[in-house]
């Protein structure tokens, strides 16, 4: 086979490892987005948050690594409640632009947070689940990135099912018409909170799993080494920022488009894979400014 | 006793009153008709009765029981059920979906709302041949079927339809008005805002409001009166 074909092959290999991050953050975008009409900039920094719950209580505190990653859900949980109750709810008649706002504040005050705390660690690293890694003729994934992709199909699939329970018709319900929602006697302030709980759940899986894969500090799922709140918005765009298994697809293909920047045809093009991925995205939005996959009927 | 008790009501939208302190009963049984023009305050006070506006003063009964500290879902847990003006059916559920979401406050009783799903494609067998349909792509009248439908899923010992002949044509605001007379004489108690005339029939007392205040109460013959249609509602 020709080194291209080889490299593309790798690059899909690599992209679906990496873009399976970028799907959950995206998951979690859209489930947000469709709530609150709001892009949430904090979405990135629930993962972040999570893996600071997960890595203080492993390293920090000695705890079983199984126990520290549920403290860390749970710390990431908490934060996404929390910015249900303190900034959401209270700006709920608000425009649109003070919600954006609020949620950037948000992400602002935990990174904040994150740096106060851990100022005096210059590297910090998060125990990989397991070691292992599988050479291969297109690149060698770890047995991290290979659990992270088998947890997406996981997630993907539970939500799947989820939508279609009592309580996902009842989402989907507050979401189309919230004052018939109300009428049936749907909790709409319930529905809220249980949306940004599961939203900050996807976004602390994303950040504990994505966390052994370097080194991190303070805004890593957002800007930092595992940036993937950009990536994440751009694979929400392509599910038209309302389907959830675009939003899983979106996240894959963009993971695959960042790696063809790593390309050796492109090996003389500074920051070729943050071009690869703005390119895309152009042409995106100018030939199929609805999103490129986006289910006729979407329900879930 | 009566079902339900309005004393006084005064309801508005910030510090602009729309409803000047009305007051009436409805009776265990009976299907009651609020009419009125464009405007006279029909939607606020079915609204205001459902918990989706606060009251400025006044006092909603439902049985016998002070509503006032009662959320919107606390009330239809009580029996208390409205179709909103304008349907707002859920578009992208399908029939079937938008119905079970209907018997949500009685969502632990699953065999009592598979009853309550069979009665209501009763009354309405269209909505039983597009069960698996997405409720946005109905027509209007399929649509306020829906509404309908979905309200009576919670089997409320009254139900309120706003505006149920709203853009259809006379023939299926008939319809809708038929089913809402099966529905009563299956043991509901209803209340109907409508300001097409055509409901009259299909009423044992009709209310007329005007401008925030009741004006007139019609029972028996005087609802097929043509002088009171002509007076109150220029029909
Ligand atoms: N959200 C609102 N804010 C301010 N004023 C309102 C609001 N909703 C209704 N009003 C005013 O309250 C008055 C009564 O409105 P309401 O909707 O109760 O009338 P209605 O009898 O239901 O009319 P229609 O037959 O057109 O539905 C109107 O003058 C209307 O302009
Ligand atoms: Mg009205």
Redesign the pocket.
Known sequence: MSTLGQELITAAVIGVLQGSIYAMVALGIVLVYRATGVFNFAQAEFGTTALFGAYTAHVVWGWGYAVSFGFGLVVGVVMGLLTEALVIHPLRKASRVTLLVGTAGVALTAIGLQFWKYNETLIMVMPRISDGFHQTKYGSPTDQQLITVAVLVAVTIALALFFRSPWGLAIQAAQQEPVAAELVGINVRSVSLLIWGIAALLGGLAGILAGPNTTFSAAFLSFGAGGALLPGFMAAVLAGMRSMSGAVAGGLVVGFVEQLGNLTLLVDVNGARAMMLFVFLLLVLLFKPSGLFVPRAVTA | MAVLEVQDLVVG??Q?P?LHGINFVIEEGEVCVLL??????????V?AIAGLLKPTSGEIRFHGKSLRRRSPSARVKDGLSLSP?GRRIFPRLTVSQNLRLGAWSKRRDTRQARQQLDLVFGYFPRLAERGNQMAGTLSGGEQQMLAVGRAVMSRPSLLMI??ASLGLSPTLARAVWEATAQIARDGTTVLM?E?NAGALPFADRALL?EK?TLVHTAVGDDIRNVNLREAYLGA
């Open positions: 939208y910030g602009f729309v009125g023009l464009n405007g006279a305050g029909k939607t606020t006070t609204s003006e706003d505006e805002v300001q409001m925030g």
